[in-house]
């Protein structure tokens, strides 16, 4: 790894708060003056999150916040599902009135988050790029540790762990792990997404962030609204 890092000036750790990028961080703690890390705020941050980052800044000498507005995005473009109904489209809400406009959750996190972090790297002049992406993690990048993109180099220090190795290695060095862990596998990243299924985030945030919760609810009921009839109709078309 040392070798990677002895060829780049400008390196950028990108930070998200959950437990691969925490990791990264801790392995590379004695680089970190060589490091700027980087942390995209995308706005309806979990407060657990902003107690992570706000807990290790105290040792991070290089150090860039770059703001996100969710809410503008979903304004915008609509909110995330991951069914997205004909009907609910920018072009479709407005032949068809749909109370809300939904997109597609990699579009709305494209825009939210990959889009102005990565602009940043570019307008920066970072020449490599370090992740907490694992081999086994199923949303991970198509890129691997050591290919290069548009002149940027990337090394994913930990992309071989499991997810118990990185929680015990975690555990080992007294790092701050959010309180997602004790029912999440993953660390959501928007308060009030309503993409992301699998995760199971609902569960939580009934728990812990019970306002939010109904805010989710409610729009997961808009969703539920706009894809019922292209169920109905789905199923009229495979069962002829």
Known sequence: ???????????ALQLSGGKDSLACLY?????LDRITVYWLNPG???????????????????????????????????IPSDIVPSTATMFG??????????QDRYSCCFVTKMAPLHNRMIEDGITLIIRGQRNDDESKSPL???STDNGIEYLFPIETWTAKQVMEFLELKGAPIPRFYEMLDEAPDC??????????????????????????????????????EHIVNFNKEVSV
């Open 93 to 102: 809400a407005m032949m068809r009135g749909q109370e809300y406009i939904i």
């Open 144 to 146: 691997q540790s050591g």
């Open 27 to 31: 392995l590379l703690r004695p680089y």
């Open 191 to 228: 308060m009030t997404c309503s993409a992301w299924w699998e995760k199971g985030a609902a569960k939580y945030l009934k728990r812990y962030h019970y306002p939010a919760y109904l805010d989710v609810q409610g729009r997961l009921d808009a969703i539920n609204r706009a894809v019922s």
């Open 44 to 78: 309806r941050t979990f407060p657990e999150t902003v107690k992570t980052i706000e807990t290790v800044r105290e040792f991070i000498p290089h150090f860039v916040e770059i703001k996100g507005d969710v809410d503008a995005v979903h304004r915008q473009f609509g």
């Open 1 to 11: 790894m040392l070798d990677v890092l002895d060829r780049h000036e400008r390196i």
